[in-house]
């Protein structure tokens, strides 16, 4: 496999995994938690995955021809008002990820060391990904701990829960130590 497509699956295997924490974020929490903040000042799980939701439409949407910064996004809105239901939310959340993965989809041999331009400054396809890679984990670790501390105890936990590790290990290894 050479390191176009080694690349390609590794990061979209990352990106799925992030998405599927949104996901099971979004399974343990109600309508009224999504616009929990723990202060005023703070951002909601509504209010982060709008501003996903808006930078993956604008960094994704022809890509290979456009500025990732559109003319038509207001970035600054993205922080104000959000979704009314949970969803609206997660409709919105899945129309980002489709522009996203539809978007990395086109990426080929070809087109795969072209440099495409955000805010109308030049990269990789490879810087591209990696600014988003790091970029979405940034706001769906804020999505689940947020998520986490709305849930409290009744958090269902989206890896090995606190004092599994042997137990996750024996299961996996045959045995407590790794």
């Known amino acids: 496999m050479c390191f176009q497509e080694n690349y390609l699956k ?5 990106f799925q995994r992030y998405k ?3 996901d099971k974020t979004f399974a343990q929490i109600s309508d009224n938690d999504i616009h929990w903040k723990y202060a005023e000042t703070d951002n909601s799980i509504a209010i982060i995955v709008k501003h996903l939701v808006g930078n993956m439409l ?4 022809n890509f290979l021809t456009e500025d990732g910064e559109k003319s038509w996004r207001e970035r600054d809105l993205e922080f104000e008002g959000s979704y009314i239901s949970k969803s609206e939310m997660t409709t919105a ?4 990820w489709k522009c996203f993965f539809d978007a990395l989809s086109q990426i080929d041999a070809i087109n795969f060391q072209k440099k495409i331009t955000i805010r109308g400054e030049e990269y990789t396809i490879v810087e591209a990904i990696n600014r988003q890679l790091a970029h979405y984990a940034n706001h ?3 999505i689940v701990f947020i998520g986490r501390m709305i849930k409290g105890s009744e958090w269902t936990s989206l890896s090995i829960p606190k004092g ?3 137990a996750f290990n024996k299961k996996m290894f045959g045995t407590g130590k790794h």
């Open 10 to 14: 590794s990061v979209l295997f990352e």
């Open 20 to 22: 599927s924490m949104g």
């Open 58 to 61: 604008s960094r994704w949407t």
């Open 93 to 96: 959340w899945e129309k980002g």
């Open 140 to 142: 769906v670790g804020q």
């Open 164 to 166: 599994a590790s042997k």
